[in-house]
């Protein structure tokens, strides 16, 4: 999740964490980069939201679908991290579709992570999808300003297992 936060300057920037679990990335936010900007929440899951408010109850946590609830605002940047890695009946439909909503309420850019095809073990249960694919995706229908991230380790010792993307408006690169 971290890797996800070499996005851009982040600091005083107003962010949406989709799929924000229990607030991690706002424990992130605040400790690696003395955040102190607008963090907003989404989680399907009550449960998470429940949690995240307990741990943050001064942040705004809500239980949203955004396909069916939509995004009621725009944000400098939208964060995805291990949203995309449980198996549905059709991940790749989902994934682009959700991109395209997210990307569609940033003012510079989105950073999302997903699971490898490039790995020597696979679960039955997760997702994996090929980089180049998510690549020719984010570039031909999101925006043609991509950096692909897939030289990273999460487990010593471990074959990089996940690759990051970061999507900008081109004229926002930072």
Same mark, same amino acid.
């Given at each position: !999740?971290?890797?996800?936060?070499? /996005? ?12 924000? @679990? ?15 900007? &607008? ?5 399907? %899951? $009550?449960? !998470?939201?429940? /949690? ?6 001064? /942040? ?12 009621? &605002? ?7 991290? @291990? ?11 989902? !994934? ?21 095809? *490039? ?8 997702? *994996? ?13 999101? %925006? ?7 030289? *990273?380790?999460?487990? $010593? @010792?471990? /074959? ?15």
């Amino acid at each position: !999740m971290e890797i996800l936060l070499q /996005i851009g300057e982040l600091r005083t920037c107003k962010v949406l964490d989709f799929g924000c @679990g229990t607030g991690h990335l706002l424990t992130l936010l605040k400790s690696k980069l003395n955040f102190h900007g &607008e963090y907003v929440g989404y989680d399907i %899951s $009550p449960e !998470m939201i429940t /949690i995240a408010r307990q741990k943050f109850p001064d /942040i705004k946590f809500e239980q949203r679908n955004i396909l069916t609830d939509g995004i009621p &605002e725009t944000f400098d940047y939208i964060f995805a991290s @291990g949203v995309f890695n449980n198996q549905l009946t059709d991940n790749w439909g989902w !994934m682009t579709t959700l991109l395209t909503k997210l990307f569609s309420h940033t003012r510079i850019g989105v950073a999302f992570n997903a699971l490898s095809t *490039y790995v020597d073990y696979y679960e039955s249960n997760l997702f *994996y999808v090929s980089p180049e694919e998510v690549f020719r995706f984010c570039k031909s229908e999101l %925006s043609p300003c991509v950096t692909i991230r897939h030289d *990273y380790q999460l487990k $010593p @010792g471990v /074959i990089p297992f996940e690759f990051s993307v970061y999507v900008y408006r081109c004229d926002r690169v930072i």
